[in-house]
């Protein structure tokens, strides 16, 4: 088991992993954290959401660090905002993408230059908005025909479905795209060389940390690149199989202050 004075950086998945199923990060994990910090300890965040909705937990945690956001697709300083990595999809596969989706009448919703665009504020905007405070804009069929590559794509339908539309996509444009499911209703459409492992790596480098020195919390498929880059992934207990397998270490679930339990047993003791 690694050892408090061996770790030097944690990152933390936001939705199901850091914040609980009111989203919010528990008083618990908030002090727990702050002790961590306090020790010298790095804190980052690295989510699929938005950088824009991204910023309250950075600044509620009072950290002063690049954040991975777009599923690893954008690197951004924090609080500076300045851009440090952006790779976006292909304009002409993102196009493919959106044909298929308005073909099928699948949900698909685009971001560019940190703006969400959707076709409308149906139920699946309106929801996405609700949970993660972004604010779409509704642009109608015009969503189809926007030119500018678009960091991330993101498809959102039934559990059911879900499965359906990965393998569509898939053999569609197999070798073009990076697709993970970070929820069970969720699609995280991004550039093939993008994910949360190369974004982390990007980092490490960047501030000379080695991976045996960091650990990485995560509950989706979407984390376990990057549980696998750092010394050490940590699955939450309510993560699918595919993610505890990926993990060395699973605690308690988001809703539980799993990620505490960690940080207290392993990190501060």
Not at 55 to 61: G, K, N, T, Y
Not at 70 to 84: C, E, H, I, Q, T
Not at 162 to 171: A, D, G, K, T, W
């Amino acid at each position: 088991m690694f050892k408090k004075a061996g770790i030097k950086l944690m990152v933390f998945d936001l939705d199901d992993t850091l914040l609980n199923n009111h989203i919010a990060i528990s008083q618990r994990t908030q002090q727990a954290i702050r002790q961590a910090v306090g020790c010298g300890i790095k804190v980052t965040l690295a989510t699929g959401r938005m950088y824009c909705s991204t910023i309250p937990f950075a600044s509620q945690l009072e950290l002063d660090m690049p954040l991975i956001t777009y599923n690893g697709a954008m690197v951004s300083d924090y609080p500076s905002g300045k851009v440090l990595f952006h790779l976006p999809i292909n304009p002409q596969t993102a196009a493919q993408v959106l044909k298929v989706c308005r073909e099928r009448q699948w949900y698909i919703q685009s971001y560019i230059d940190d703006e969400l665009y959707v076709r409308d504020m149906d139920k699946h905007a309106k929801l996405y908005a609700e949970i993660t405070g972004a604010k779409p804009i509704a642009v109608g069929d015009h969503l189809y025909a926007m030119e500018k590559a678009p960091t991330k794509l993101l498809a959102i339908a039934e559990p059911t479905k879900i499965s359906e539309m990965l393998e569509v996509l898939q053999s569609r444009l197999e070798n073009s795209l990076s697709i993970a499911e970070s929820k069970p209703n969720y699609l995280e459409i991004t550039n093939l060389a993008v994910n949360k492992g190369t974004a982390l790596q990007f980092i490490a480098d960047k501030l000379r940390f080695d991976r045996e020195e960091i650990i990485a919390f995560g509950n989706g498929n979407n984390d376990i690149p990057m549980m696998l880059y750092a010394g050490w992934g940590v699955a939450v207990g309510n993560a699918p199989s595919t993610v505890k397998e990926a993990a060395q270490l699973v605690t308690g679930t988001n809703d539980d202050d799993g990620v505490a339990d960690v940080i207290e047993k392993y990190i501060l003791n």
